[in-house]
Each structure stands twice: as C-alpha cells, then as structure tokens.
C-alpha cells in the first residue's frame, strides 16, 4: 500500500469504521490556518500580560546581584517575577527536585547557582510582548563564572554523573570474548537533536470564575504540569485545571519541559490576578529546552568467522545537563535496545548519566532507544566489513528466531515477523537488482560513489514505568444523539483526535459526524499519562473502547425490549439500532432520548491498564513491553569524494503496526517519523562554544531536513497479515518505531564511503554521527 493508495475524499467513509483511511480530524483547520493553538488563545484576553525572561550570560555561575528597578521604570512594565515570588516549591523538576524555577543557593549560606547558559534569573511581565522585552534588557544581574562541565568527555573526567550503575547482563560476555575468533573495540559519539516543532513553547494562565488556577498549556503531559503548577503555587491538584487543545508537535520536547513555562504564566496570574502568557520565539525555545541525549558508546564485540556476534560489552554514557529530567529511564530504553533485531547471546551493557552546564536534555521520539539501536547497527557493519561479508548478510543471520529472548529475557513475540519484512523489502525494492547496479556505478567512476543499505527495526511498546500504561476516559451522549468523547491523551499533530474518533464511531455504530472530540482537561480525565512512549493510541483507545462499550451495554436491553428481539440480537451500524432477525430498525437518536426519559445514564467512564508487565531493575530480567513493533528500511544514495556532500537517491519503506486504524494517519507518522530521524543521523549537528552557548539556536544555523532531502522515489508499504492480538483492533504503535528506519541512510553512506577505499580493503569504516558532509569527507579520507 502506497500513500497514494490510501488518499481518500473527505466524506468519502462517513461511518468512519476502523481500518478506513479517514482524513485527519483538523487536516481542513490546519490547512487553512483555522486551527487554534495555545498563543492563539490569548486574544480572547485582551488584557493579558505577556512575560519575557532574564537569561543569564554563562554556563555556570555564581549569581551575585539582581536588581529590577530599572525594569519597573519601563512604560508597560508591570511586575518582575524572581524567586522571592513563588508561593509554594521553587523548583518544576518532574523526575527529582533540581530543577529550579529560578536560580536557588544550592546549600544554606551560598549565593544562588546558574546551572546552564541562558538560565532564566527572573521574568518581566509586560502589556506588550515589547515592554516586556524592554524591561528585560533594563534588569541589571552581576554573577561570579565557574567552572563549567560541557561535554560527556570533560563530564567523565571530572565524574561528573547525576546517575550511575544501570546494567543488564546475561551470559557469560568476559569468557565468550575471550574464545571468539574476532574481536573488535570501537568506540561512538552520537549527537543530540532539536525537536524543533513547528510551535514554540506557550502558556496562558489565568484565575477562572471559580478560583481556580486554569492554565492552557502546549504540554505533553496535562496531568503532572498541574502538579507541578500546584507545587509552585502552594496549591492542590484540585485547585488547578489544565487544558490542552492542540499542539503544533511536540515529539517529546513538550512531555516534562512545558512544566516551567505553564508555571511562569501561572505565579503571574497568581500575583497579579490578571492572565498572563508565555510564548517563547525560536531562538529562546532553543537555548532554555532540552535536547535528545548525546550519547557516548565504547564497545568490544566477538564475533565468529560467518559473522555471528557471539558476545558485547558495551559502556553507555548520555549527557543528561543540568538536571536529571527523563534522563534516567530515557537511559534505560537504550539499555533495552542496544539489540535492535538481534540475539545476542553474552552480553553485558551498562549506562550511566552525565551531569553537565547545558540545559537538560529530555524525551525525544524514540526516548533513548534510537540511540542503543544505533551502536548496534554501527558495530554490525564494522564486523561485516572486517569479515568481507555483505552487511545484509550479517544483519540477517543475527535476527531474532522464534522463542528467542532478549538479553533482558523477554521472549520477542512474532520474531519471525522481522526476517519476513526483510526479504520481503529486499524483493520489492529489487535488492539483489540495484546492488549489481551500485558496485557497476562505482567501478566506473572514481570520486562518485553510491551505497545500499537495509536495516531492520524492532522496537519495544510500553512504557518502562509501570504505572504510566494506563488510561482514562469520560464518553458522553446528549439526547439529540451526538457525542463528546473525552479521553487523556493529548493532540500535536499525529492524529491521536483521529483515531480516537473512528474508536468511539465504531464501537456505537455511528458516522463520524456523530463524534466530537473534546480538548484534553484535567478536570474531566485525572490523573493522565504522558502522551508518549508510542503508547497514546493503545491506551486512550483502550479507555475509550470501554467507556462506549459499557454505553451500548446498558442501551441494549432497553433497545432489545423496543425491538422486541433479545439482546444478542441487538446490532448498532450506521447510525441505527437494529436486529439480526431483521426487526425495524431505531434511529440512534430516537433510542438514546427515549432511552433517557426512561433515566438511562447516557455517559461512562472508561479504564484501561496494559497487562502482563514486569521488569526487576536489579536482576535487569522481566517483560518491560507489551508487544514489539517492526519494520525494515532499504536507502540508496550518492557520495561526492570531493566535498561529502551526499544525496538520498531512492527510499522504500515496509513497516509493521498491525492491523491499521487509520492508514493515512499511519503513513504520515512512518514518513514522517523517518525524515526526522534521516535529519537526526545526518545534518542535525548542535554546537555549544566554550562558554556553554548554544549557537545553532535558529534555523540559520541548526540545519534541518527540508524538501529537497526528500528522495526523488519514495515507497512506502504496511505489512499486510500483521494482526496484533490484545491490542485495541489488532493494531500496533506508529509513533517513534519509524524514526529509526532513518538508519539506513547513514548505513548506506557508510556503504558508499567504503567504495573509496583501495580495491580488496577489509576495514571497519568509521563515520561521525550525525553524519554531515563534513563528517563523511573526513571519513573518504580515512579509508583512502
């Protein structure tokens, strides 16, 4: 199935079942820049104050003085928020509590600490955007620099960790190291990402009718921005509501980090009793969010004449920043996927998390694994290459088998699936065809060259912590038929709203028409996870399942006795309520109104927990996820010799979610989720000088994929016959398992390096990641 396969007109199936590919649900809002976001909402609120901050010049420092008089003398200025200020904790931490809203003594009788270049000292509040700018630039601060920690090398050397000691073992790695036949050590630095979504971070607080701190807020994570905005402002949950419309993406930069911005906007509307918003331009988004983790990796692999790997030991070290944030279990999932689709019998892997002056690096599509199937995938190709065997021929003879367990002893469901998809790829990308064709170009040209690759994806689903895979959600039916479906995930741009709405038509047999989808609100679903972890579609679909489920149940014996017919009899479809023994049928609306003069209860709660999870973090055994996600990616590209330079020549794609709930929706997160991932491996390269600066902090300078890295022939499949059992409607994840299909890009670069080392060369080629042209040149040199 190709995109083009799956386009359809926007009425074309008004029942929207699961399975049709439906448009998404704000496609015409967006498109036609209807759609509203957080920023937006402040014009509903003339008189709101916007709030600017007062970044501080260095990486670490002490800070000396603040003074805000001349602040205050600015026209439209009308407060300056600093840490004398807050109420309740001065801290937004999500994981543990060092994340300071403003800057704090680190130990009674200290001066406060900047922990970060461009940390935030206070924030002015303005009635303009501009005043509020005018007024930052006239506070006066002093600091004292430090020292400052900015890389994971200089972190290592100072041991500089917020934690250490995550491992999982299995096998016997010391001794299979010894008896293999080859060993290889190596090494590899893997560098962040700026999620750069298309809207900045923003939030509008303000004191509702009732008392309440509401607080509208591009966040990921509704429910723990209201506990920390409670925590900053000395409240209780109950006392704060917050809602979230749509973001305009989020990719996991929105999961903790909109917390002190939500915050900021709230102690201003606290003290002022006016609303207040905080929206930051590109370039502070840049400098005050965090990042996806730099990794570092050292490694030593034993592998066998025909290219098994046999053992790994493998040190893992990621850049946490400042604060730990995510850091910890983001370190975890790499720990979990340092095997990609591999069985490796003697392993050992170990990680730990380094504490540097850079801002905290958080969530990011993917949550640490794209980094651990990274080295994997780096190391396979550095065996092949060793051994003169084609890299494809060692990926597949490491595969999973069926029955096989990971290196944490989970046995991987459907193993079999990940060998299929890559023969099947090989096929309809025509392997075996174009790889003749490539080693032909090359021989034929000097300082061009082209490289193959395909690699395959296996990723977990679930999240690591437990207690986050469940789901709520609040159905209603109102009289005239129609429905509000509120659940806790949150919108930004995947189609979440999208499925959502084809669950709920679906399981009460009515047209999408039928089924509004509300904005995300802590006061109608409590106490939400995350949307993340690929998991907002299994769990919110789950949850909604069940609150329409118990819907019909109670509707059906009262259908029953108006049909006259029993109740298994009773079908809802189409907006009708019939019977299989072909009674007249009952217009939805005419059953639920006389269903409620009758004191039928016409809304339901729904609940969902994802089962059979366990994981033991000390024995590192257990059964972390629920289900694994595959696919499989075959790139062509071309290498000038000269510059570096590169182009992807052609691109197909065979991926693996299940049964689909919606194609389109799914195509869109596979294309998309591997242009981000290509970026991320190979021109996303962040620079911070050695003042802690971040500057690529614009995208001047931070270079991001565009239009015209797409591939002039782009082919992407769904497995067909992939039906995922327990999982609502037999689908599969899509979120971030496609990002990592991006890595045959960089293998295939890889492949094209190589083909500029002297003829007959058996040698690991060594590239930078990311990938940039720059990266490759020096790599040409190395193997010439």
């Known amino acids: 199935m190709s995109l083009i396969d799956v386009k359809m007109p926007v009425d074309a199936h008004p029942n929207g079942k699961v399975g049709q590919p439906v448009p998404h649900e704000s496609a015409l809002l967006h498109v036609t820049g209807a759609a509203l976001y957080t920023d937006d909402l402040g014009a509903r609120y003339p008189h709101a104050l916007h709030a600017w901050p007062v970044c501080a010049p260095h990486a670490h420092a002490w800070l000396d003085s603040l003074d805000v008089s001349g602040a205050l003398q600015v026209r439209g200025v009308v407060r300056v928020l600093t840490a004398r200020d807050v109420p309740g904790m001065n801290d937004t931490g999500a994981a543990r509590h060092d994340e300071p809203l403003f800057p704090r003594p680190p130990h009674e009788g200290q001066r406060p600490e900047i922990l970060f270049h461009s940390m935030p000292v206070a924030w002015v509040l303005g009635e303009t955007e501009e005043a509020a700018k005018q007024g930052a630039a006239r506070v006066v601060a002093t600091y004292t620099a430090r020292d400052a920690i900015l890389s994971i090398d200089a972190a290592i050397a100072a041991a500089s960790y917020h934690v250490e000691g995550q491992r999982i073992r299995r096998g016997d790695p010391d001794q299979a190291l010894q008896t293999a036949s080859h060993t290889l050590t190596g090494t590899l630095m893997i560098g ?45 949950s109950s006392e704060v509501v917050i809602q979230q419309l749509r973001m305009g993406g989020g990719f996991g930069g929105k999961e903790t980090q909109a917390n002190p911005f939500a915050s900021i906007a709230a102690l201003g509307a606290w003290l002022t009793k006016r609303p207040v ?5 590109r370039m502070r988004d840049f400098m005050l969010s965090g990042k996806r983790h730099p990794f570092h990796a050292v490694f030593r692999v034993g592998f066998s004449n025909d290219g098994l790997i046999e053992a790994l030991d493998c040190q893992l070290t990621s850049d946490g920043g400042y604060s730990l944030d995510l850091s910890f279990p983001v370190l975890g999932r790499a720990l979990f996927h340092i095997d990609n689709a591999y069985h490796l019998p003697n392993v050992e892997v170990r990680g730990r998390v380094a504490k540097t002056h850079t801002t905290s690096h958080t969530a990011f599509r993917g949550f640490g694994g794209p980094q651990g199937m990274v080295v994997i995938e780096d190391i396979i190709d550095r065996v092949a290459r060793t051994l003169g065997l084609a890299p494809d021929v060692v990926r597949a003879r490491n595969f999973y088998r069926a029955g096989q367990t990971t290196h944490y002893e989970e046995t991987v469901k459907d193993a079999e699936r990940i060998e299929r998809i890559f023969t099947t790829l090989k096929e309809i990308g025509s392997y075996d065809v174009r790889k003749a064709e490539v ?27 437990k207690y986050y895979n469940q789901a709520g959600a609040l159905v209603l039916i109102y009289k005239d038929g129609s429905v509000q479906v509120n659940h806790g995930g949150t919108e930004m741009g995947q189609g979440l709203h999208t499925k959502m709405r084809q669950v709920a038509a679906d399981a009460l047999g009515l047209p999408l028409t039928s089924i509004r989808i509300m904005p995300t609100r802590t006061d109608k679903v409590p106490n939400t996870s995350a949307t993340a972890a690929s998991a907002g579609t299994d769990l919110n679909g789950a949850a909604v399942k069940n609150a329409c489920d118990i819907l019909r149940e109670r509707l059906t014996p009262f259908a029953a006795s108006k049909l006259g017919c029993n109740e298994d009899e009773v079908v809802f479809a189409n907006g009708f309520v019939t019977s299989t023994t072909a009674k007249a049928p009952i217009i939805f609306t005419q059953l639920v109104n006389d269903a409620y ?9 729904g609940f969902y927990k994802t089962p059979d999870l366990h994981y033991d973090p000390i024995a590192g055994r257990g059964n972390p996820f629920y289900y694994y996600s595959f696919g499989a990616a075959l790139s062509e590209v071309e290498v000038d010799g000269f510059t570096g330079m590169y182009s992807t020549r052609r691109v197909d794609l065979l991926h693996d979610v299940g049964d689909s709930l919606s194609p389109i929706v799914d195509m869109g997160q596979i294309e998309g989720g591997f242009a981000q991932g290509v970026g991320w491996l190979t021109q996303e390269e962040l620079v911070w000088d050695k003042t802690g600066m971040l500057r690529t902090s614009n995208a001047s300078t931070y270079k991001l994929p565009s239009l015209g890295e797409c591939p002039p022939i782009f082919n992407t499949t769904l497995l067909t016959d992939a039906r995922n059992e327990g999982v609502i409607r037999g689908s599969k994840a899509v979120g971030e398992p496609p990002l990592m299909l991006a890595m045959s890009v960089r293998e295939a670069i890889r492949d094209a390096v190589a083909a500029f080392a002297p003829e007959g060369q058996r040698a690991p080629v060594l590239l930078a990641c990311p990938s940039t042209a720059e990266a490759v040149y020096w790599a040409i040199q190395d193997v010439r």
């Open 192 to 236: 962040g990402q700026e999620h750069f979504y298309l809207e900045a971070h923003a939030s509008l607080a303000l004191i509702d009718e009732a008392g309440s701190m509401q607080v509208h807020s591009s966040t990921q994570h509704p429910t723990e921005t209201q506990e920390v905005v409670a925590r900053v402002l000395g409240l209780t």
């Open 439 to 465: 080693e032909a170009f090359n021989r034929a040209n000097l300082h061009t060259k082209r490289g193959l690759a395909i690699t395959p994806v296996k990723f977990g689903i679930s999240f690591t912590a």
């Open 277 to 281: 918003k905080v929206r930051l331009d």
């Open 597 to 605: 003069h009758e004191r039928i209860q016409l809304s339901a709660t």
